[in-house]
């Protein structure tokens, strides 16, 4: 078993490149101070800086795997929106059938459904779209006497094939991605050294001389602006 690998940062993995690119930015202005506070503060030193930063920026946020889960988290909200419609033709339908199934809207648990839809829950609705279509062909012969359909159970089959493939497909990405992280956090961690190197520096050279940039040079101030 492998042991985990233990962070020396205390932020998101995906943080960290973002507050290394705001702290060499800061670094850049300041570069003059720096340099003359120690000649390791150079335009090599803030290079290979940046190449570390964009390194660990490619294993932790990959384009190409950011943009396929933006289009499966598309994909997943567009099947969610597709049901609504036959969501409120099956409201109708269990009104018109009531007194041969003894079922409401609010005992099948559609406003729950809605209410999983609304919150982009894909987990949550397709669960409530198997109880809901156990329900639908239970009560099928009552409910084509008022004029429902198969294409509504075969349309809720469909969204619940679409979730799950969709579901795996998310967490097959982000499940490889956290064990690529993982296994770099050694790298990460040497990112962090370098960037506390920065920031010390940063420190000393301002603390009561410039009280703005003393503050920008602190772990939390960088933070808080990556998060913004």
Partial sequence: MNKLKIRDYKCKDEELPAICRNAVMCLKRDLTDFTAFSPVFNEKYIAEFEEKINLVGEFVCPKTEINELKKITKRLYETMDSLIDPIAKIRGYLLMAQK????SAKDL???????????RNAEGTRQNLLRIIGFLEKYRTQLYAVGFNDSIIEQFKDAVYSITDDNQLHFNIVSKRKAIVQANVPVMNSLYA?????????????KGVDTLKYKEYSFSSQKKYARR
């Fill in 100 to 103: 041969d199934t003894g079922v």
């Fill in 109 to 119: 648990g559609l406003a729950i459904l809605s209410r999983k839809i609304s919150d």
């Fill in 194 to 206: 370098q960037l506390t190197d920065i920031l010390n520096a940063g420190k000393f050279l301002y």
